[in-house]
């Protein structure tokens, strides 16, 4: 039988799973940009993309549906975030479209993913974790 339980932990979660890769993507992807962009594109598309993992995992750990369907808000919004700024690095030479072309799939995935989840928790369904993790990680 099939567990339909609560996830223990927001690691359990794909959508969890697929931020950080996003996150680990923009790091590494940044990295390339100018350096004279420290302080500018490459902390703000970091902040951004770390909010995405960070947003599912405090609003899985709060004790009620409305606070974890308002920090899948933030993270969606978040999403909107790092789409821009990938965008605009291409716009501004930093990064190629094929560069970033990787992470503006895994955002269109994700914002889907945060979508069915965020109906399935509005009607009050319970969150199961039938699909299979990414990789065995620890964190």
Excluded: C
Aim: glycine residues 6%; hydrophobic residues 40%; proline residues 4%.
């Amino acid at each position: 039988m099939e567990n339909r339980d609560k996830p223990k932990s927001y690691k359990d979660l794909l959508i969890w799973q697929k931020g950080m890769a996003l996150a680990k993507f923009v790091y590494k992807l940044s990295a390339r940009f100018p350096v004279d962009e420290r302080y500018g594109l490459i902390s703000q598309v970091r902040r951004a993309a770390v909010s995405v993992p960070s947003n599912i995992a405090e609003g899985q750990a709060r004790h009620t549906t409305k606070e974890f369907l308002q920090f899948l808000s933030h993270a969606q919004g978040s999403l909107a975030e790092v789409e821009t700024q990938l965008m605009l690095s291409v716009d501004l030479g930093f990064a190629g479209q094929e560069g970033v072309a990787e992470g503006l799939q895994e955002i269109d995935e994700l914002q889907k993913m945060i979508i069915a989840l965020k109906r399935k928790l509005e009607v009050g369904s319970s969150l199961a974790t039938r699909h299979s993790p990414l990789a065995p990680r620890r964190y």
